[in-house]
């Protein structure tokens, strides 16, 4: 029996593009890009309510992305059961009756669980989590003291879906939560996509080694350590040393912002 050995290979090698948006309240931007998988960070709507929320939904439905992922962020109250119970005068009369009734069409939504999709022949695993620090009364949210994301994100995790940033990173100067940065420093993950922060709003790369870790959280040792870092980074790039595991880290927040939507190749 005759196989085609090269294709396989190139279906194994091909690049998966990662379309991601967030924060788009209400808005439904045109001229989103092509790609495999949609990623939707949170903040769909403006006011949570079931109208809002569906015709989000709706749009979506219509994008020609074959996997379509989406997370709540802190303006999609419906979506969140405890914020109904603690806070009932902030939905609107007969949508906590309706909930259930939306119609998420192909979308997969995360809500601090995972799901694996395979897109020619490479499969990619993917968390999502709702939860930002508290500000103001919303959903989804935890005070700031208080840990919530240890140990949330399982081990080989390759894409995080977060509405709210880590600390340090495309955050406006410190916004993020420290909490959250801990934890992808342990799972260390291929892409990061959030938003909340919509004056974030880009990319960056970051580095899981030593130097990034002391500038991510700064002590006196850190200091001597990255030094020592430095030095051991400049002696693997001449001696040929394997170079450390990288990630992308993309706050999308689309908000009013006219600039061309993120898309990530993994």
């Not at 090269?6 to 001229?31: E, F, K, M, Q």
């Amino acid at each position: 029996m005759c196989t085609d050995t090269g294709s396989r290979l190139d279906d194994a090698r091909a690049l998966i593009a990662l379309v991601c948006i967030s924060d788009t309240h209400n808005s439904t931007p045109s001229g989103i890009p092509d790609g495999d998988i949609l990623l939707h960070a949170g903040d769909l709507t403006d006011k949570g309510t079931f109208a809002e929320l569906q015709a989000q939904l709706d749009w979506i439905n219509t994008l020609p992305h074959l996997h379509k992922v989406v997370i709540g962020g802190n303006h999609d109250t419906l979506l969140d059961e405890e914020f109904i119970t603690n806070h009932p005068y902030r939905v609107e009369p007969g949508d906590i009756d309706r909930r259930h009734q939306l119609n998420w069409g192909s979308i997969t939504y995360l809500n601090g669980n995972s799901i694996t999709i395979t897109v020619r022949k490479r499969s990619l695993t993917f968390f999502g989590s709702p939860l930002t620090p508290q500000c103001g009364t919303f959903a989804f949210q935890y005070p700031p003291i208080r840990d919530v994301w240890k140990d949330r994100i399982p081990d080989g995790t390759d894409i995080v879906l977060t509405h709210g940033p880590p600390k340090g990173h495309l955050d406006l100067g410190g916004k993020g939560c420290e909490w959250l940065l801990h934890e992808l420093w342990r799972i260390k993950p291929r892409v990061v996509v959030f938003g909340h922060i919509h004056q974030g709003r880009g990319q960056e790369a970051l580095t899981w080694d030593l130097i990034q870790n002391g500038y991510d959280f700064p002590s006196f040792l850190k200091v001597i350590i990255m030094a020592l870092a430095l030095g051991w980074s400049w002696a693997g790039s001449i001696f040929g040393r394997r170079r450390a595991e990288r990630a992308v880290l993309v706050n999308a927040a689309v908000g009013d912002n006219e600039e061309p939507i993120k898309v990530v190749h993994v």
